[in-house]
């Protein structure tokens, strides 16, 4: 059985605090064996043979090694819609049989058949989900446009099913329930709380009502979305000369070159509008002017007053979700959506922000005092504005650390950095990678490595490595899970796969990255080994299927793994000379770890806050540019920073419900991330295998099969509290700093 989706794309996606993102639905569906295939007519006559194997691949079960493999290579767009359409009929036969069965409800005939149902549909998302999001062509443009209400109304077909939810509910309440495993208690539970949630028990105007919200919705979610690749595509910033590169290191320039090229400008540059080609423009370029340009684009994504702008969209959106909420019950959508996760409501998940924030804006003056130093002593004759920060903060970070990016990048190759990720997963997990060439792809950039045991030789999983930009592709970075491991019909393992937009150079080049791209590229793949490590009966309960807030805890945590020195002095080779980045390099890195923290946090925290308190505002009707400004103003926003997604452009907010209300779960997960990382340098350092055992046994291979507070007491033995978030990002520690006023 699908979770509830409301972007319809189909897949797991999970991404760092820099993408957009849709809801995570766990693939928890498999065929019901007793079940029709979708080539089986509705009429065919009972005792007839079996029917051929369906003439669209996309309907086909996925074979091959491994298990069974996505048959990439056999797509065509034209396919989707009637692969979507026969999978749905299959499926709505799948759910009738489970209603219509005449025996009284248990866990077997309704919870483990509702699992089992829906495989070819979950198999058919997922591929329509990959071109969604990786090859999203004006034709596939156009089809999410016209499938979007249909998949968003199918799914409320389903969850609204009377019939489906008295069997589910009648499981539920049964006194029979307390003899199930822990494990299939939990799954009764989800199933159950999904469908109320969902509402199951609205009456039938309600539930109608509703269908039609879900509709619309899914067909804005799909416009916003459309318009912010579009915005992407369509904005760029072409340097004519010499002049115009002035400050960028050789990989900048080196990247914009080949921008260029692929858009038929050869002998140009092309800073694209993208965070992968912004960034890294604002950090070095010397041309103020070109600087404010590619800001500007950048944070004007969907907010241009044409008819690319999202403004619109989003008031309609926050309209729709307000209206939503009052019908299933809920004060707010933002009471509705944090129902079920860690927080559990947005009061508690306000206080942490809150928190935080004070102390950030305060290292944020910090911060522009530094900056406004250097510009007056260079002569610069300026006042530090957004598309200045961090330009200075590179020159304040070279003045105060002699630490300069530029120094650091030459030593981090995408491609080593990625044999470092595969070691630490060996180190900590026991995981060994081996790339394979029997493997079909969506796209020759794509790659494939088969994932063992390292000890046993036992077959894991399946990574997939999408890592550059292109055309039709979304920006940012995310995870997903073409495949749940499970093992309730026999062992399933899992098929994940990461996803980056790092600019392509040369063939034969070494693509060199920045220190917060690596970050990045090892968050993702903390996601993948979540996925990678599940061990857990049900599909439904497998892998990064957790709680929003909690599912970004174990990506966050294995960032800390980029500046170990075991990773560093391996796998940080200079892309000319092959040497490993120099000790006093290192530490250096080390030293500046907490530099510009204000900034990061301001900037991510501004976003969050904002989702939160556009949620929090109810029905009332809401000018997105005002509430943001006016929201803003009132936080005592420093002016010399944007948020990191302006609203017009929140894809994890308005291009799907998966973060609405749910921004803040970045920071709620960093809470638990920076205290766990201490229970390792409380023992015996970063590779310390007790505590790494602990961490796996407890948070990476349990999934969603118990409470994810209870998760984390069960490695680290006790709640986490906010200061080790606070040391991890250079702030006041609340209770040590009462602590010092009490001793004077």
């Not at 300026?382 to 030459?410: F, H, M, S």
């Not at 505002?617 to 803003?632: C, H, Q, S």
Request: with cysteine; net charge neutral; hydrophobic share 40%.
């Amino acid at each position: 059985m699908r979770k509830l989706l409301f972007a319809g794309a189909g897949m797991a996606v999970l991404a760092s605090a820099g993408c957009a993102t849709t809801t995570p639905p766990a693939q928890e569906s498999q065929n019901m064996a007793s079940a029709p295939s979708a080539s089986t007519p509705s009429t065919a006559p009972s005792g007839s043979t079996a029917p051929a194997a369906p003439s669209n691949p996309l309907l086909a079960k996925w074979a091959g090694p491994h298990g069974g493999l996505p048959p990439f290579a056999q797509v065509q767009v034209a396919q989707f819609k009637p692969a979507l359409e026969a999978a749905m009929e299959e499926n709505r036969r799948e759910i009738a049989a489970i209603v219509d069965t005449a025996v009284p409800p248990t866990f077997e005939n309704t919870i483990v058949a509702l699992e089992a149902a829906g495989k070819t549909f979950s198999d058919v998302e997922t591929l329509y989900g990959v071109w969604s999001s990786t090859m999203a062509s004006p034709e596939v443009q156009a089809l999410q446009r016209e499938m979007a209400p249909k998949l968003a109304a199918f799914d409320d077909e389903i969850y609204q099913n009377a019939g489906l939810f008295k069997r589910i509910e009648a499981v539920y309440n049964s006194p029979d329930k307390a003899k199930l495993t822990p494990e299939q208690q939990r799954l009764t539970w989800l199933h159950y709380t999904r469908f109320a949630r969902s509402g199951a028990k609205l009456d039938a105007a309600a539930k109608q009502k509703l269908a039609a919200i879900n509709q619309r919705l899914a067909s804005l979610y799909t416009s916003f979305s459309q318009n912010v690749l579009a915005e992407e595509e369509g904005y760029t910033v072409v340097l004519e000369s010499e002049a115009d590169l002035a400050g960028l290191p050789d990989s900048v320039r080196a990247g914009a070159a080949a921008a260029a090229e692929s858009r038929g400008l050869k002998g140009k540059w092309v800073i694209t509008n993208t965070r992968s080609s912004m960034e890294p423009f604002l950090t070095y370029s010397a041309r103020r002017d070109l600087r404010e340009k590619v800001w500007r684009n950048y944070v004007n994504r969907g907010d241009n007053g044409d008819a690319r702008d999202n403004n619109a969209i989003i008031a309609e959106v926050l309209k729709l979700r307000a209206e939503r909420a009052k019908l299933l019950g809920y004060a707010t959508h933002a009471h509705w959506r944090l129902e079920n996760t860690m927080a559990k409501t947005p009061e508690r998940a306000m206080e942490l922000m809150e928190a935080v924030w004070k102390p950030a804006v305060a290292r944020v003056h910090e911060e522009v005092r530094d900056m406004q130093a250097v510009a007056d002593k260079q002569g610069a004759k300026l006042k530090i504005e957004p598309w200045d920060y961090r330009y200075y903060a590179e020159k304040v970070r070279k003045a105060k650390y002699d630490l300069d990016q530029n120094e650091v990048k030459p030593y981090l190759q995408l491609e080593k950095l990625r044999e470092g990720m595969f070691w630490v997963a060996g180190e900590l997990f026991g995981f060994a990678f081996t790339q394979v060439d029997d493997v079909p792809v969506y796209h020759p950039d794509v790659r494939v490595w088969e994932v063992k045991d390292k000890a046993s030789g036992r077959h894991v999983g399946l990574w997939y490595f999408d890592p550059y930009a292109r055309p039709g592709k979304r920006s940012g970075a995310w995870m997903n899970a073409y495949r749940n491991q499970e093992r309730f019909r026999g062992e399933v393992t899992t098929i994940v796969s990461n996803n980056s937009n790092f600019v392509k150079g040369a063939p034969g080049e070494a693509v060199l990255i920045s220190w917060e791209d690596a970050s990045t590229l090892f968050h993702e793949f903390g996601h993948a080994l979540h996925g990678l490590s599940s061990n857990v009966t049900y599909p439904s309960l497998a892998g990064t299927s957790v709680a929003r807030d909690y599912v970004e805890f174990p990506s966050q945590l294995l960032e800390h793994w980029l500046s170990t020195p075991e990773v560093l002095n391996t796998y940080a080779l200079h892309y000319q000379t092959g040497k490993p980045i120099p000790k006093a390099l290192v530490s250096r890195i080390e030293k500046a770890a907490t530099f510009n923290q204000g900034f990061g946090t301001v900037e991510y925290l501004s976003s969050a806050l904002i989702d939160m308190k556009l949620h929090l505002a109810g029905d009332k009707p809401i000018d997105p540019d005002a509430f943001e400004r006016d929201t803003l103003t009132s936080l005592g926003m420093p002016r010399e920073i944007v948020m990191r997604h302006r609203t017009p452009q929140f894809g994890h907010v308005f291009a799907g419900d998966g973060y609405s209300a749910g921004y803040y779960s970045y920071l709620w997960s960093d809470t638990l991330t920076a205290d766990a990382f201490e229970a390792f340098t409380a023992g015996k350092g970063a590779y310390d295998r007790a505590v790494a055992e602990r961490l796996r046994k407890n948070v990476f291979s349990v999934g969603n099969t118990l409470d994810p507070a209870e998760a984390y007491r069960g490695f680290r033995g006790r709640d986490a509290g906010i200061d080790a978030l606070m040391r991890k990002r250079g702030f006041p520690v609340p209770g040590a700093t009462a602590q010092a006023k009490d001793a004077k």
